[in-house]
């Protein structure tokens, strides 16, 4: 329940300081609160656009494809299972071409899902530890983080671009009003980091959920532990070629992140030991 209500609250600080940088921006341009109006309008778009369209966007991005029970009948038959201790409709099942060993899902509710997992995670876990995996997958689903996640990376991303615009007027701009270049220039700086640690502290907290309801759905903590460790390790060896939009989709950070600090600061996913920890306490 408080991971909920964090998650409004956060999703709300989000479309407020899209709004806010809309009306600053339309006041440099005389359009003073239409400017926020507009901004509203485009996160409305924009989050039309990935609530309907954003699981085919994301698997013909990555090139999955959907593999039938006779194509993969032990992948189906781990989903149909975990899905049936679940609760919630049996997913559709995708395959990814990579040697990268990670898997995600996507999908606005549990009747639109999609579980894809790469080749690369297929040669390396065994079945119990791809139980666990894939449990955590179906509890994103279920809980309809997918939705929450794509809602939260339209709108970062649109606050990024308007950032990315006001740079532009700033630069090239008349220069009439300098001190609204100068606000305009530290909101087009700050606003981006703001909106990414707003982002990244909604996609953190449901990873550590979905491994607790990934490890009860399968039975097996400590199997998804044992995942979790391999995983790293895989990813860290073959970084994926993914796109920083999607990086919280993916069960393990996709880039890998070894020995980068600034880049596991800005991580979309916990601490690997942390999740692993609370995962062996269960």
């Known amino acids: 329940m408080f991971e909920n209500t964090k998650t409004v609250i956060l999703l709300t600080v989000l479309t407020l300081l899209f709004m806010g940088i809309g009306y600053f921006v339309g006041s440099l341009f005389g359009l003073g609160s239409l ?18 369209f954003s699981d085919k966007i994301v698997l013909k991005m990555y090139g999955a494809k959907l593999v039938s029970e006779e194509e993969a009948p032990v992948l189906h038959s ?6 049936r201790n679940a609760g919630i409709p049996k997913p559709k099942v995708a395959i990814v071409n990579s040697a990268t060993p990670n898997a995600f899902a996507t999908g ?19 079945r119990d530890e791809l139980e666990g995996v894939l449990g955590h997958e179906l509890t994103h689903v279920k809980s309809r983080d997918i939705l929450i996640s794509s809602v939260a990376a339209t709108i970062a991303s649109a606050i990024v671009w308007i950032a990315n615009f006001s740079q532009f007027f700033a630069f090239f701009g008349d220069g009439d009003d ?9 909101m087009s700086i700050l606003a981006p980091i703001a909106a990414t640690i707003v982002q990244l502290a909604i996609s953190r907290s449901r990873e550590f959920k979905a491994d607790e ?10 199997a998804l532990a044992k995942a979790l460790r391999k995983l790293e390790m895989g ?3 073959r970084p994926m070629d993914a ?14 992140g070894r020995g980068r600090t600034l880049a596991k600061l800005f991580s979309t996913h916990p601490p690997m030991n942390e999740r692993i920890k609370r995962l062996e306490e269960m």
């Open 243 to 256: 796109n920083p939009s999607t990086a919280h989709m993916f069960i393990v950070n996709p880039f890998g």
């Open 78 to 83: 781990i989903v149909s299972d975990l899905a």
């Open 35 to 52: 400017g926020a109006l507009l901004a509203l309008l485009m996160a409305a778009a924009t989050n039309f656009t990935s609530y309907f």
């Open 235 to 237: 990813v860290n060896a």
């Open 108 to 126: 606005r509710n549990p009747n639109n899902a999609v579980v894809a997992v790469t080749t690369g995670i297929l040669n390396l876990l065994d």
């Open 178 to 186: 300098a001190g609204g270049i100068i606000g305009l220039i530290l």
């Open 213 to 222: 309801g990934g490890a009860r759905i399968s039975g097996k903590p400590w």
